[in-house]
């Protein structure tokens, strides 16, 4: 995904030729960055040989699962959708742990049913639906309890889960009585203790910081977990900071974490797997002069990525072709809805544009799509994959008709 000359090419293909084809707005993903992506991550943690199951929510389409999966993944899970299509990707169960505060009676059971490797519980009561359950098929079923560290990631406020105001995971004094009443359960396994601080982190400290907590807790706890799930949350570099997330150096300090365990680490990364991997194309419908700043209205829109709406996140936006000319005024990137928070963002010296030319929006594999709505009554985009300069589409665009 870069520049050859002066076009834009994904996996060698020109995204001008793309979206010929396919038309804007159209999210395109490169399986080779998926691939090296993953190469990465594996070589960064190769010495603790972790299960590292992708988390679904940051990227759901079932071509993509397949495809990581089939790289050696399991995947993490937040919803009986999540769960089904993991599986339909072809996603081993015993690859599939259970994420979340409101797993409902339905989902507890359906999980239980297919045997998945763990349900990562987060209440008292969801503890007692699963042992209830458990006991009504005559099953001993593996379970994990999520503690709260109570832990700043040091992350954006929003996408920050480790932290006691937050809802996620029990208190260290919850998860201690919660470790007893599984440990004398007939029906439940306690096999994990799991955590997950945030996402977007790129310091180690706060990783560390849950590593001593987990440390102490364990200890009090005097049991073997036969897992510790680490969560996820590896942050990327969306363009606008240098820091890199020191994925080698959280690896010792894991194995240092692990002497004198007998445990597997598991790790639920989405956006380090999936959020570089991902362009979305876009067409300029109209410039438009405004008080201090050119409008720049693109055919994509805040249904369709809404980082930048939601959590004033900035993706780096490029053009499809470039040339060697520069804006006099800043230009405003917008989409058609109508809110003012329909904003990508505003670029100084950007390249003259005009309209119907083609720009590229960059980083969004995670949490693009997946966040995406039909607010405005706006068709979601296709999604496209291109794996050995191939295109697939792996996801139509939205009918309007079926809209309507
Ligand atoms: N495991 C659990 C239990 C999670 O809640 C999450 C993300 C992950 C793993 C994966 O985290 P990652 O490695 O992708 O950071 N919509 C927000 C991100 C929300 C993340 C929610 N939980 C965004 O667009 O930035």
Redesign the pocket.
Known sequence: MNYKKKNYLIEGIRANQIVKKYKTPSYCYSYKRIRENINFFKKNFQKINPLTCF?V??NPNRAILKEIGKLGMGA?V?SIGELMKAIKSGIKVNKIVF?GVGKTFKEIEYAINKKILLINAESKSEIITIEKIARSKNRKVNVGIRLNPNIDAKTLKQ?S?GKKENKFGVSEKNFLNLANYVKSSKNLNLKCLSV?IG??ILEIKPYIKMLNVLDKVIKKANHNFEYIDL????GINYGNNNIKLNLRKYSESIKKFLKGKESKIIF?????IIGNAGALLSKVIYIKEGFKKDFVILDAAMNDLI?PAL?N?NHRIIPAIKNNSKSKKIYEFVGPICESTDKFSSVKNFQRLKENDIIIICDVG??GMS?SSNYNLRPKPCEILIKNSKIQIINKRQNLRDLI
């Open positions: 988390a929510k940051a993490d937040v994420s996408i889960t997950h996402s977007q969560g996820g949350g590896f639920e990364p989405g956006r380090s980082r959590y996140a995670a949490y966040l």
